[in-house]
């Protein structure tokens, strides 16, 4: 892979935002150091037996950022860049996401150095029970609920459910969302991400009146994420003119034909590559295309001080989290590009994990149409609170959403620290 990806610390990009943030709030400074720092990190080393019979050893972690809202709710990344700085991130991004969307939990993330596809089937299987096992005083359904990530998906999510439920000694469906169906699973949670990311994209596009039919994206990433945000969109009649996984980018100025390009990667073992009927580019070039959409659907820091500046689309859309370093927001929008934050923009995928909960904890189980519908309805709100606080204190949406989000965490922080300083009179 060709792709040059400036290695910045995504915590940091996120105290960044955060410090902006809670000076136009105001916010103590006691709090503040609380809301930056995560409950609890934890690390898990064990080991697995592979498939040719060796030992081999795995570090895996789980952070806790903040569980003022509710239980810590946030997905599980396999990766071989997966480190603790990443995780402490993505953790807290969980938690204003929650907040900004008005979804009733805080904010974790967990994730295992490892790389998923050098491993078989089985071998993924023994280190997600491993990893379970080793956790499985941390997790619950009212403690912390993971879900999925980079790298993880419906089966990961099956089988940390079954190791959970062995390890208690009965079924638990509602300790992890994002199953399989005939675990428990919802409707709807496997393109949710990627159906919330084309609800935003369409109200961003109506910000800037461009119409969807006149409009083109390109999309970086083709996993769970970028596959359903281009599907999605392409039904929307958006020209999807580039897109890119770890093997190959390319771009065809017609527009690709995304149901095709599906059927071909799910033909071609998940992968783009070699995909005719379009000319490869190179990586870096992807997000540097003039459409009216960027979307970056796969990691962090793909945007930087280094490229900012040469960024020629409109919009850029986060689908990824933390796709843009906090050092590049200046330049994006001192060149008028809307970007609108990860924390908003990708938070279809923890919405429809909430009602994966629900579902599981009421023994209930949801048609896909009201489970889209209630989709929209908390994306489409918190769209137009976001821009209306924007507006409001003349800041990036980013900072809005930062805003919003702080605030609510931090009163309910507040409200339970005073709750419990009180003093506590004998009941006779
Ligand atoms: N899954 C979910 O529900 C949610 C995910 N997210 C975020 O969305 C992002 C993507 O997650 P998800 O789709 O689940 O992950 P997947 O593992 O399903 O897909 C990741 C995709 O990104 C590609 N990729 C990785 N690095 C690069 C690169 N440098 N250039 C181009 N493509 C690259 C991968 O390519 P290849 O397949 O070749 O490895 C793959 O296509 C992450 O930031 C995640 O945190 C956010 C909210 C919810
Ligand atoms: O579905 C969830 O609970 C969390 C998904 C996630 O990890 C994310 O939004 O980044």
Do not use: L
């Given at each position: 892979m060709s792709t040059e990806i400036i290695k910045q610390n995504p915590f940091q990009s996120m105290i960044d935002r955060f410090n902006i943030a809670a000076d136009i709030l105001n916010l103590d400074e006691s709090i503040k150091q609380k809301l930056q720092r995560p409950e609890k990190q934890i690390v898990v080393n064990f080991s697995i037996t592979l498939d040719n019979g060796t030992e081999k050893n795995f570090e895996g972690y789980r952070v806790i950022h903040n569980t003022a809202l509710g239980p810590s709710k946030g997905g599980i990344r396999y990766d071989t860049a997966v480190n603790l700085d990443e995780v402490k991130a993505l953790a807290a991004w969980m938690t204003w996401k929650s907040a900004v969307t008005g979804i009733p939990f805080g904010g974790a993330k967990g994730g295992i150095i490892c790389d998923p596809r050098t491993l078989s089937k089985t071998e993924l299987e023994r280190i997600t029970r491993a990893y379970t096992k080793a956790l499985a005083d941390i997790f619950g359904p009212e403690k912390d609920v993971p879900a999925p990530d980079m790298g993880t998906g419906p089966d990961e999510m099956g089988w940390l459910m079954d190791e959970f439920s062995l390890v208690h000694g009965k079924t638990i469906h509602a300790v992890v969302t994002g199953k399989h169906l005939h675990s428990g699973g919802s409707l709807g949670r496997v393109e949710a991400t990627g159906r919330g990311v084309s609800i935003i994209t369409l109200l961003a596009l109506e910000k800037l009146k461009i119409r969807p039919a006149k409009s083109t994206a390109a999309i970086q990433g083709f996993g769970n994420v970028g596959l359903h945000s281009a599907l999605f969109l392409y039904e929307k009649g958006v020209k999807i003119v580039a897109v890119s996984d770890v093997s190959e980018a390319f771009y065809n100025p017609d527009g690709i034909n995304i149901p095709e390009l599906i059927l071909y990667y799910n033909l071609n073992?998940?992968?783009?590559?070699?995909?005719?009927n379009s000319v490869a580019i190179k990586h870096e070039d992807l997000l540097l295309l003039d459409v009216d959409v960027l979307i970056?659907?796969?990691?962090?820091?793909?945007?930087?001080q280094k490229n900012a500046k040469d960024i020629r689309a409109k919009i850029i859309i986060e689908?990824?989290?933390?796709?843009?370093s906090s050092d590049a927001d200046k330049i994006l929008h001192e060149n008028s590009v809307l970007v609108v934050p990860d924390i908003l923009a990708n938070a279809g995928g923890v919405t429809v994990s909430y009602f994966e909960w629900l579902q599981n904890s009421l023994l209930e189980s949801w048609r896909i149409h009201q489970i889209n519908k209630r989709l929209e309805d908390i994306l489409e709100k918190g769209f137009e609170t976001v821009f209306r606080v924007a507006a409001k204190h003349d800041v990036t949406p980013r900072i809005a959403a930062y805003i919003i989000a702080l605030k609510k965490v931090a009163e309910t922080q507040s409200v339970k620290e005073v709750a419990l300083e009180a003093p506590q009179f004998k009941q006779n």
């Open positions: 073992n998940k992968t783009i590559k070699g995909y005719p970056p659907a796969a990691k962090e820091d793909v945007i930087t689908a990824a989290n933390g796709p843009v």
